[in-house]
């Protein structure tokens, strides 16, 4: 079945006024449906109005900045957030790292007292522990904690998407596999810093042989997540499979995480406005964590047009394909 220009207009106009005449509620914000056609990149505006934002954080553990962290970490790229409320690491927060291919090396930057960073390879299926000890160096209780912040908003941990969240993948539970899997046992988890620019969330739509992109406003998610640990006059310890740092009381360390491509990687070369959600951004790899059936919609993350006119240029940097982590509300952890 083919479709002249008449006829091709007339049934976007029936499509896109249905779809206004209904809500769709996403992460941070409200917004009116809209049709986004294919090589028709415009950005119109809509009615927003705040809502509540990311809904299953809200039975995590909620916590303040520590007094005196003596220990900060960053979590930066595909990393997949999680609280284990019950299981081996009970109370602590469970980290996946996202396997979404050779040019996504999962490993560890520490640096001790402002000094130079030392890199720490992961392995493959390696199991990452971060916590306090006691004086006979056995893991002290996890103790994961949760910022909602009413002073500082932009602080709140709960600007990280939730993928089980009722405008994403509401019920549908998680399975992994991860490249490895990290476990956080002390700390507070707070937005550390939002994307740069404007997100929508994205599905890609198919009727009557004609192909669509059907947009909802995200604005600006959270890009890296931080975790701020007062160890409490106690050690630390970072443990990579059975290699350990320790962490010593009196010192102050910045322990990064990270899951994402080295920006001269030609598989890193992503043109935002691209129909096909793998060469935009990486971040629906994030969809192997659940297991969704067939026939489940799909959904993904585009820059909200039209803040960037690149439509033949590459991009390089997490600024502009965000390379960025998301949580999982209502699922247990990696375990």
Excluded at 213 to 238: F, S, V, Y
Excluded at 295 to 313: E, G, I, M, N, W
Aim: hydrophobic share 40%; proline share 6%; net charge neutral.
């Amino acid at each position: 079945m083919s479709l002249n220009r008449r006829d091709y207009l007339k049934q976007l106009a029936f499509t896109a006024g249905a779809l206004a005449a209904s809500r769709f509620e996403v992460f941070g914000q409200k917004v009116h449906r809209k049709i986004l056609p294919h090589e028709i990149i415009a950005n119109q505006d809509a009615e927003i109005e705040t809502v509540d934002i990311a809904e299953n954080f809200k039975s995590w553990p909620v916590g303040t900045h520590p007094a005196a962290p003596s220990i900060t970490v960053f979590f930066v790229g595909l990393l997949d957030f999680y609280y284990n409320a019950n299981g081996p690491d009970e109370k602590s927060c469970g980290i996946g790292f996202v396997d979404s291919g050779m040019h996504h090396m999962p490993h560890v930057e520490l640096k001790e007292n402002g000094g130079l960073p030392i890199a720490i390879a992961i392995p493959p299926n390696a199991e990452v522990r971060l916590g306090t000890i006691d004086a006979q160096e056995q893991w002290l209780p996890a103790n994961a904690l949760f910022l909602i912040d009413r002073g500082k908003p932009y602080d709140d941990f709960r600007w990280l998407i939730d993928m089980q969240a009722k405008s994403w993948y509401e019920g549908v539970p998680t399975k992994g596999p991860y490249a490895a899997k990290l476990f956080v046992r002390n700390g507070t988890f707070f937005t550390k810093k939002r994307t740069r620019y404007n997100l929508d969330q994205v599905m890609k739509v198919e009727t009557l042989g004609l192909a669509y992109l059907r947009t909802a406003a995200l604005t600006q998610p959270a890009e890296i997540i931080g975790c701020e640990i007062n160890t409490g006059g106690n050690d630390a310890l970072l443990k990579v499979n059975n290699q350990t740092w320790k962490l010593t009381n009196g010192k102050s360390y910045e322990i990064s995480f990270i899951n994402k491509c080295d920006g001269s990687d030609p598989a890193c070369c992503f043109l935002w406005s691209d129909f096909k959600e793998a060469k935009r951004n990486d971040f629906h790899h994030h969809r192997k964590a659940l297991d969704l059936k067939a026939y489940h919609l799909r959904y993904s993350v585009v820059l909200a047009p039209p803040l960037l006119k690149r439509r033949t240029q590459c991009i390089f940097n997490s600024d502009e394909a965000p390379c960025m982590g998301a949580g999982y509300g209502g699922g247990p952890g990696p375990a």
